[in-house]
């Protein structure tokens, strides 16, 4: 009897059938080392598995993978849970994965580290970008779910502290898959139309997977953009999200965001009377330096003879012009003093005072003064000018100063 040839396509139906049929394979969790991970557009994710003696090929279809919370990365140590079975075109068995975790940690705690640094890196933390909150606030609105303890607390508080501002609250859910685009929704709207001073937003206390909300990067990102101030109140102390972050103030609880969100009447009632107070030692301080100045005018003598401005004026006039009386006597006789002095220095330079110690001066008939007596010549009529008077000559014989008898 002749063995049964197989074809291909059909042993790899067989070999499928044989593990579709194995319990033990179709529920198996494998741990390994993520390798080779690759996403398609299709959106499927495929990966390896290895350890140190060998390799499993893996792939997660669209819709699993669309419920990873956390971005697998080549490297990580993961654990894998789905069934095993062959691909009969390839004849190659890979696991199909339902599930895929980061070992040793939740996946919520890697998605929360990988979206924190990523979000870091961008800049969506700088405390550059943070805007002060307002100290008098008008109007507050509140993005939490309307059924949560947690808004009637913030309001209760709210009304206690700061009763004159209006309390609008957008209700939206704070948890599970739609929280986080009503989230964004309401904090986009309230910040668009200017509905609130500032926003509050968060919920109360509950596990990591009840606050992932806050964790979304949806969320982080519209409070990054939004241009109204917000407060991020998320929980109980220990509890810190991704909008803490973010935002431009972090509350330890939703309490204690009402309490940073506006002032203190009490306080603020307080401080107001203390203002009034130094306004009003202030204002009787001025009043009574007013006092003390308008008496000592009222004492003044100006105040009491009517007359005495005009004769304390007139004496300061009389005084002044005797002042300028003998600064203008001392001008003068210097300037006498110094005509003086010019006068006999020009006196002395005249040749008037020469002639008047005795000599004279010589002019030809057309004026000119004789300075030699090769300027004259016999029968020639000189003028002569003494310092009285002059004549005139009929020159008789020129000589040299040698030959001056």
């Keep these: 009897m002749e063995p049964h040839i197989y074809g291909v396509t059909e042993v790899n139906q067989l070999v499928k059938s044989l593990l579709d049929s194995t319990p033990a394979l179709q529920g198996v969790a494998v741990r390994g080392e993520l390798s080779n991970y690759k996403i398609y557009p299709s959106g499927h994710h495929y990966f390896t598995l290895k350890d140190s003696e060998g390799a499993l090929r893996c792939v997660m279809f669209r819709g699993q993978a669309s419920r990873l919370r956390f971005r697998p990365e080549n490297g990580m140590k993961a654990v ?66 309307g059924a949560g303890a947690a808004v009637h607390d913030m309001i209760r508080i709210l009304r206690r502290r700061y009763p004159i501002a209006k309390v609008i609250l957008l209700p939206v859910r704070v948890q599970g898959p739609e929280a986080p685009p009503e989230i964004v929704g309401a904090i986009r709207y309230a910040d668009k139309w200017k509905i609130g001073d500032v926003i509050i937003t968060g919920r109360g206390g509950g596990s990591m997977e009840d606050l992932w909300a806050f964790n979304d990067e949806r969320v982080a990102r519209a409070i990054y953009d939004c241009e109204t101030p917000v407060i991020s109140a998320v929980g109980h102390e220990p509890d810190v999200t991704i909008a803490d972050f973010v935002a431009d103030a972090r509350a330890s609880t939703p309490s204690n965001a009402a309490e940073i969100a506006v002032p203190d009447q009490v306080e603020l009632l307080r401080w107001l009377r203390g203002a009034g107070e130094r306004m009003a030692q202030s204002e009787t301080q001025r009043l009574e330096a007013a006092r003390q ?113």
């Design 80 to 145: 894998a849970s789905g069934r095993i079975t062959v691909f009969p075109r390839d004849g190659a068995y890979q696991l199909y994965c339902d599930t895929l975790i980061p070992e040793g940690v939740g996946d919520l705690a890697v998605a929360f580290q990988q979206l924190k640094e990523k979000l870091w890196k961008e800049g969506l933390f700088d405390p550059a970008h943070k805007k002060p909150l307002p100290p008098y606030p008008e109007r507050i609105a509140i993005v939490t779910s």
């Design 293 to 405: 100045r308008l008496t000592a005018l009222a004492s003044k003598r100006v105040m009491t003879d009517g007359l005495a401005y005009v004769q304390d004026k007139r004496l300061d006039l009389d005084h002044l012009q005797q002042r300028l009386g003998d600064v203008t006597g001392a001008v003068l006789a210097r300037h006498r003093q110094k005509f003086a002095a010019l006068a006999a220095s020009l006196d002395a330079m005249s040749p008037l005072a020469v002639l008047g110690r005795g000599y004279a001066v010589a002019r030809d008939e057309s004026g000119r003064i004789l300075k030699s007596y090769r300027e004259t010549a016999p029968g020639s009529r000189v003028s002569v000018t003494l310092g009285e008077g002059g004549f005139t000559a009929v020159v008789d014989k020129p000589y040299t100063k040698e030959e001056q008898p």
